[in-house]
């Protein structure tokens, strides 16, 4: 799974929604950039990034069978396995991430960043008081 | 009184906003606002989705 050099980031975020959320820019299967989406959902419970399959199939991804059901907080679903890169940041400063396995749902209400690689390569700090997130690259 | 209508109910989960944060599309489809913002030049546009305040996500 490798990545560019980590990069310290400190996003703010938009509490109206009350969940963490953090600035993402996925590649078309052709390399070619889409605009950022400003708000993904930092989340822990979950194991990896997972995207809806109708954002899947426009990035022209291809789909793999999972050797197992998915585990959602709404009971078992069918998902697909796909490979991804993608851009963490916003503003100039980026972590280019490449051939990253991610979980791609039919059902999936939102773009979620989960443990893997977010939390495997960095130390974050939710400070929901202040309505921000800190992501320390990990030594 | 010219009565405000209430456009939230047709509002689209996903949104396409320019610079200054304006609408420029939206739609409950999260490809067709991916698709719809290729159509700027890179960076001139963001993408978000708008959650229902008190959403749960677990």
Same mark, same amino acid.
């Given at each position: ?25 996925? !590649? ?22 997972? *995207? ?16 197992? $059901? ?17 851009? !963490? ?25 989960? *443990? ?9 700090? *939710? ?6 997130? *800190?992501?320390? $690259?990990?030594? | ?7 939230? @109910? ?5 949104? %396409? %906003?320019? @610079?200054?944060?304006?609408? %420029? ?34």
């Amino acid at each position: 799974m490798p990545h560019s050099p980590l990069l310290k980031f400190n996003f703010t975020y938009d509490n109206r929604f009350g969940v963490p959320l953090i600035p993402i820019t996925f !590649l078309h299967k052709d390399g070619l950039q889409t605009q950022l989406l400003n708000n993904a959902i930092l989340d822990s419970g979950a194991y990896e990034i997972t *995207i809806p399959k109708s954002l899947a199939d426009m990035l022209g991804l291809e789909l793999r069978p999972r050797s197992n $059901p998915v585990h959602t907080a709404g009971g078992l679903t069918e998902g697909s396995t796909a490979t991804i890169n993608f851009l !963490l940041g916003r503003g100039g400063r980026f972590v280019h991430y490449s051939n990253v396995d991610i979980c791609v749902m039919k059902q999936c209400p939102a773009v979620l960043i989960g *443990i893997r690689p977010l939390f495997e390569d960095y130390s974050v700090t *939710i400070m929901a008081h202040q309505h921000r997130c *800190i992501l320390e $690259p990990k030594e | 009184m010219k009565k405000k209508e209430n456009t939230k @109910k047709h509002e689209g989960t996903w949104v %396409l %906003l320019n @610079k200054k944060r304006k609408v %420029l599309y939206r739609s409950d489809n999260v490809a067709d606002v991916f698709r719809k913002g290729q159509e700027y030049p890179h960076g001139t546009v963001i993408i978000e989705q708008r959650f229902e305040p008190g959403t749960c996500f677990f």
